[in-house]
């Protein structure tokens, strides 16, 4: 099956018992034992739970992977990655990745007695990075909320070479757009509370993996810190995942004539692909599309502040990747977690905003745009 119709039917009604074409929500936390030593396929819900169970075999089925893990959110499912670190391991990243991954790094891996480098450009990335306590990559492209590119295949190939792992941060292109795993990395995270559930009402995380030693191991630290996803919410992914490809399809041609509406009032739009020849190369051989995340600096002639209140179709506010077009302003949302210094290291700028594009009529985006930003100029 093409990964349109495995969206929608990779739940088989033939998995439970009345042949139910979605599948049943088990809220059960415990199961009967038959007698004494002999074990069924679910005992206690933290450990497996079938409706878990399915939307984990649906990932799996995405992302051509052995092993899936579902989460409770995707920060649970970054940081049960970064439960595979030993004392003393050092990770390298992107420089602006997501903000609650950086809490991560700037907020626990000290204690934890690991250590970590943010990496300007992750295309530039060589052997001089990689000392001998490096054991994972972490990469997320594109990035947040730059929408830099970061070339999987040539960094997997690096870190191999050197004995680390490569994980990718999937979350704004997902398995539709972009299959990391077969791009080389040993790891794919998500945060399914974005595109892979669609709708902005329900927080969910994802891990997978084709290598074994990895994935057994992640099913030990699923069941030991518990940072399961709920019956409930499973069964809410599920419902998610099957529109996927058609949100997707909806929301990438919409920020094409998003994009191409800002570059006719002089606004210079980040997206993946933008930053250079080189990254729009890496996009499209590694990715289908672009995604529905940009970010723009709005010039000096507009006010901010006008400019956002007066838009009536973004409202502001984190996240990204639901049905609805929604707006946010990275330095004071969502890399608040930053210095201000790194910030401005990065590229993070306080006329810096980051859209991600809904579904809606691309007609009413535009003319909602056009209107904000002739409040925003006229009153500058
Ligand atoms: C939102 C997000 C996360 C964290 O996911 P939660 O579900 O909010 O915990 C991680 N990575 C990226 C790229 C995100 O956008």
């Given at each position: 099956?093409?990964?349109?119709?495995?969206?929608?039917?990779?739940?088989?009604?033939?998995?439970?018992?009345?042949?139910?074409?979605?599948?049943?929500?088990?809220?059960?936390?415990t199961?009967?034992?038959?007698?004494?030593?002999?074990e069924?396929?679910?005992?206690?819900?933290?450990?497996?739970?079938?409706?878990?169970?399915?939307?984990?075999d649906?990932?799996?089925?995405?992302?051509?992977?052995?092993?899936?893990?579902?989460?409770?959110?995707?920060?649970?499912?970054?940081?049960?990655?970064?439960?595979?670190?030993?004392?003393?391991?050092?990770?390298l990243?992107?420089?602006?990745?997501?903000?609650?991954?950086?809490?991560?790094?700037?907020?626990?891996?000290?204690?934890?007695?690991?250590?970590?480098?943010?990496?300007?450009?992750?295309?530039?990335?060589?052997?001089?990075?990689f000392?001998?306590?490096?054991?994972?990559?972490?990469?997320?492209?594109?990035?947040?909320?730059?929408?830099?590119?970061?070339?999987?295949?040539?960094?997997?190939?690096?870190?191999?070479?050197?004995?680390?792992?490569?994980?990718?941060?999937?979350?704004f292109?997902?398995?539709y757009?972009?299959?990391?795993?077969?791009?080389?990395?040993?790891?794919?995270?998500?945060?399914?509370?974005?595109?892979?559930?669609?709708?902005?009402?329900?927080?969910?995380?994802?891990?997978?993996?084709?290598?074994?030693?990895?994935?057994?191991?992640?099913?030990?630290?699923?069941?030991?810190?518990?940072?399961?996803?709920?019956?409930?919410?499973?069964?809410?992914?599920?419902?998610?995942?099957?529109?996927?490809?058609v949100?997707?399809?909806?929301?990438i041609?919409?920020?094409?004539?998003?994009?191409?509406?800002?570059?006719?009032?002089?606004?210079s739009?980040?997206?993946?692909?933008a930053?250079?020849?080189?990254?729009?190369?890496?996009?499209?051989?590694?990715?289908?599309?672009?995604?529905?995340?940009?970010?723009?600096?709005?010039?000096?002639?507009?006010?901010?502040?006008?400019?956002?209140?007066?838009?009536?179709?973004?409202?502001?506010?984190?996240?990204?990747?639901?049905?609805?077009?929604?707006?946010?302003?990275?330095?004071?949302?969502?890399h608040?977690?930053?210095?201000?210094?790194?910030q401005?290291?990065?590229?993070?700028?306080?006329?810096?905003l980051?859209?991600?594009?809904?579904?809606?009529?691309?007609?009413d985006?535009?003319?909602?745009?056009?209107?904000?930003?002739?409040?925003?100029?006229?009153?500058?």
């Open positions: 099956m093409k990964i349109e119709s495995l969206l929608v039917q990779g739940n088989s009604p033939h998995n439970n018992p009345y042949g139910a074409i979605v599948p049943p929500i088990f809220l059960a936390s199961y009967i034992q038959p007698a004494i030593g002999e069924q396929d679910f005992a206690y819900s933290r450990g497996g739970n079938p409706t878990r169970n399915e939307v984990e649906l990932l799996a089925q995405l992302e051509d992977a052995q092993y899936s893990y579902a989460f409770a959110s995707g920060m649970a499912a970054t940081s049960s990655v970064f439960s595979l670190l030993k004392q003393g391991d050092k990770v990243l992107n420089n602006n990745i997501y903000g609650g991954t950086f809490r991560y790094l700037d907020q626990l891996f000290e204690q934890r007695g690991l250590a970590y480098q943010l990496v300007e450009n992750f295309n530039q990335l060589s052997e001089e990075h000392d001998p306590a490096v054991k994972l990559v972490f990469i997320e492209t594109p990035s947040n909320p730059l929408l830099e590119v970061t070339d999987i295949k040539r960094i997997c190939e690096l870190a191999h070479q050197h004995g680390a792992i490569v994980a990718v941060d999937n979350t292109l997902t398995a757009l972009q299959k990391t795993l077969a791009l080389g990395a040993d790891i794919v995270t998500y945060s399914a509370t974005k595109y892979l559930s669609g709708h902005a009402d329900l927080i969910a995380g994802a891990v997978l993996t084709n290598d074994q030693v990895i994935g057994e191991r992640l099913k030990i630290i699923q069941n030991t810190l518990g940072n399961i996803l709920s019956p409930f919410d499973s069964y809410s992914l599920i419902r998610g995942i099957k529109t996927l490809a949100r997707m399809d909806r929301q041609e919409n920020t094409h004539k998003v994009i191409a509406f800002l570059h006719s009032k002089a606004i739009v980040n997206f993946a692909g930053h250079s020849k080189e990254e729009a190369a890496i996009q499209s051989a590694q990715a289908k599309g672009i995604g529905a995340v940009i970010s723009f600096e709005l010039p000096e002639e507009y006010d901010l502040a006008i400019f956002i209140q007066a838009l009536k179709m973004f409202p502001l506010a984190v996240s990204l990747g639901g049905v609805e077009s929604l707006i946010c302003h990275p330095a004071s949302m969502t608040e977690s930053y210095s201000k210094e790194l401005e290291k990065i590229g993070i700028s306080d006329r810096l980051r859209v991600a594009v809904g579904i809606e009529h691309s007609e985006l535009i003319t909602d745009l056009a209107q904000a930003l002739v409040q925003a100029k006229g009153e500058k």
